[in-house]
């Protein structure tokens, strides 16, 4: 079968391009899922960013003016007193603790004149000494005004910090009284207010107006990228910023490890849409093969001219072929389906028919040989058909019905019949040909011996008649004709012996004695014809297990053809030359005339029965010699003598002895 290469896979197209783009699209939404949630995510991370920094500024706010509290309460017991209070000084000793941002305390007059300071002025630095532009005396002279607490700007001190100072008026009885002033490090403000929680969460830092950092608390120095936060740090004001940023979040596995698999889970649905894409294209293929198989099947089971149809077991036909369908002359939507009777059944016949539909499904006929039907065509017409029925066996090696091979030997049994006719025919016409043949045999053998008994009997007759009889001389002639007459008898014997079908009277005879006889049979009418007959006789016996009589009159009758064939010419020529021989474990006799020849056309008829050229032929003669010569298991051929004339040659097996 022509196993092609199978065509485009079905369905390699778009249909498998399908599966692989919803895969994309749906690795595409899963990408703007998990963006959204890191979006949503970091939003939420801002917005609990800011509220936390809100939460910080409100913290620091809330500290410091509750340290401005803290320092106005202070007034009376450090500015309406000579001397600090005792518990004035308890209140600053609490205020100065080592963890408590406020490093030192300060009190002036309503003259801003410096009353005393704990620790003492002069350790650190003096009042009023800030690097700002804003002097001491004008933040007196503000909170004195305003009567509110006044915040200074920050100014970097040696130890990495940076101070601020709060100015905070007091008044007496309605009068200024002068101003309490607290120096604060802004490290300490932030590493005691930011509470651990916190500074776990954030880098907190405080920058001055130009953007530089003054101080910090922060645990590592990773941070989360852009995720920061800025705002005015007031109180103590004056461009003061405070900066959070956050660290960078734990990593957070679970959506890690859940797009993960996801990307793993796609990619294996992606190998197990690749596997089974291979495996629906070889199945495809196999498909394909499958129907091309099927196709080859079903164009043999077409294009056969045997009819096949197959039964289930109830008889009902579920497959038939065109040539049953052409066979019986009923399609095959007509057949499928039916039961017994058919309608091919011959109706004259049906109860033979029957009986074996019946014979051939029972499973003693299965798989036997074939059996032959009569059937008859839609049209009318007679079919013969022999049918061999095996058992239809399906895949599982059950019975399933019978399938059934028919042949329609309508034509073939029409030829045997006609056969069988003509050779009854032949029969009788050979019956006849025997009979004549044996007549015309008859004739022409006792033609011979009768016409030379006449011959030698008109030679008396004259001799006695004229009175030249020599005693000798008749009985001579009498001897001759008298061997004549015993000839025609054996002639007579030997049709009679044919006629009770007895085989040849076969003995060993010396061929070159026989030879010699038949000449002397023949030499009264070749002298009359002036024929010479040489004999080239074999160099020793020449013996074979022959019936003398018939090939006696097997040569007699070559002998006698070729004087036949030597009338016509001139008398010089006519000369037939005999020979004998042994060939090939046999005897060879040659008679060769000089005579017209043999015309092709006659060649090829020479030994039919009844061929003649001549007027008195019989045209059995050659006929004749061949039969018998065939029954001594010899052969008889003739062929053109190389100097004109004919040979004819037969060779006989010689005798066992
Ligand atoms: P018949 O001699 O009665 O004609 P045969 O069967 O002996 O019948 O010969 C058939 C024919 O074959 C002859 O009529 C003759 O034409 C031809 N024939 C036979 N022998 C010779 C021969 N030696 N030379 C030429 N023709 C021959």
């Known amino acids: 079968m022509n196993r092609k290469a199978p065509g485009r896979p079905l369905g390699s197209g778009w249909r498998w391009r399908l599966p692989y783009l919803m895969l994309g699209l749906f690795l595409v939404a899963i990408a703007a ?19 936390d920094v809100l939460w910080m500024e409100q913290n620091l706010r809330f500290h410091l003016e509750k340290g401005a509290e803290l320092l106005a309460q202070l007034g009376p017991g450090l500015l309406d007193e000579p001397q600090p209070s005792a518990a004035a000084q308890a209140q600053m000793q609490r205020l100065l603790q080592p963890d408590n941002p406020v490093v030192q305390v300060i009190w002036m007059d309503s003259a801003g004149r410096i009353r005393g300071a704990l620790p003492m002025i002069g350790e650190n630095r003096r009042i009023g000494e800030t690097e700002d532009a804003t002097p001491a005396a004008s933040l007196f002279r503000l909170a004195k005004v305003s009567g509110r607490p006044v915040f200074g700007p920050a100014y970097q001190v040696l130890g990495d910090d940076a101070y601020f100072e709060v100015y905070v008026p007091h008044y007496r009885a309605g009068e200024f009284a002068g101003v309490i002033v607290a120096v604060q490090s802004l490290r300490e403000l932030v590493s005691r207010e930011v509470p651990w929680w916190f500074s776990e969460k954030y880098r907190v830092s405080i920058s001055d107006p130009t953007g530089q950092e003054i101080v910090s608390k922060s645990k590592a ?91 289930d077991m109830d008889g009902r036909m579920i497959y038939v072929n065109p040539a049953f369908c052409r066979m019986v002359g009923y399609s095959e939507s007509e057949l499928l389906g039916r039961k017994p009777p058919m309608p091919y059944w011959d109706p004259d016949d049906l109860e033979r028919t029957q009986a074996l539909h019946e014979y051939i499904l029972s499973s003693a006929s299965a798989g036997g040989t074939g059996v032959e039907v009569r059937l008859r065509r839609r049209n009318g017409e007679r079919l013969d058909a022999m049918v061999f029925e095996a058992p239809l ?37 050979s019956r006849l040909i025997t009979m004549g043949e044996m007549a015309s045999t008859l004739a022409h053998e006792l033609n011979q011996p009768l016409a030379a008994i006449a011959s030698y009997n008109t030679g008396c007759m004259n001799r006695l008649s004229n009175d030249q009889a020599n005693k000798e001389e008749l009985l001579m002639i009498l001897g001759k004709l008298g061997k004549q007459a015993q000839r025609a008898g054996q002639i007579i014997r030997r049709v009679h012996d044919f006629v009770r079908r007895s085989e040849p009277k076969v003995e060993q005879v010396d061929l070159n004695q026989l030879v010699t006889e038949a000449i002397g049979l023949v030499e009264p009418d070749s002298r009359k014809r002036n024929i010479r007959i040489a004999f080239i006789s074999a160099a020793g016996p020449a013996d074979a ?94 062929e053109a003598a190389p100097d004109g004339g004919t040979v004819f040659r037969f060779w006989i097996p010689a005798s066992e002895s």
């Open 33 to 51: 899922l998990v963006w959204l949630i890191r979006e949503y995510d970091e939003e939420d991370q801002r917005t609990a960013l800011i509220g």
């Open 393 to 429: 066996i399906d895949a599982h090696g059950h019975q399933t019905g019978w399938m059934g091979s028919v042949l329609d030997i309508t034509e073939q049994k029409r030829i045997e019949t006609m056969a069988r006719q003509q050779e009854e025919r032949l029969h009788a016409t």
């Open 545 to 638: 297990q022959i019936d003398p009589v018939m090939i006696e009159q097997v040569l007699v009758n070559l002998i006698r053809n070729g004087m036949d064939a030597m009338r016509d010419i001139s008398l010089e020529l006519r000369r037939l030359t005999i020979s004998v021989g042994r060939r090939d474990n046999g005897v060879e006799v040659t008679v060769r005339d000089r005579g017209r020849g043999i015309a092709p056309e006659t060649a090829e008829r020479l030994f039919e029965p009844f061929f003649t050229t001549k007027t008195e032929g019989m045209g059995m003669g050659l006929n004749i010699c061949r039969s018998i010569i065939e029954s001594h298991r010899g052969t008889l051929r003739f």
């Open 221 to 311: 120095a990773i941070l989360a990228h852009g995720l920061e936060y800025t705002i005015p740090l007031d109180p103590p004001g004056r461009g003061l910023v405070l900066k959070i940023t956050a660290y960078r979040g734990e990593v957070r596995w679970v959506p890690i490890l859940l797009g993960a698999s996801i990307l793993l889970l796609a990619a294996g649905i992606m190998w197990s849409v690749w596997r089974l894409r291979l495996h629906v294209v070889r199945r495809q293929e196999a498909e394909h093969a499958l129907h091309e198989a099927y196709a080859f099947r079903r164009a043999m089971e077409d294009s056969l001219l045997t009819g096949l149809r197959a039964r």
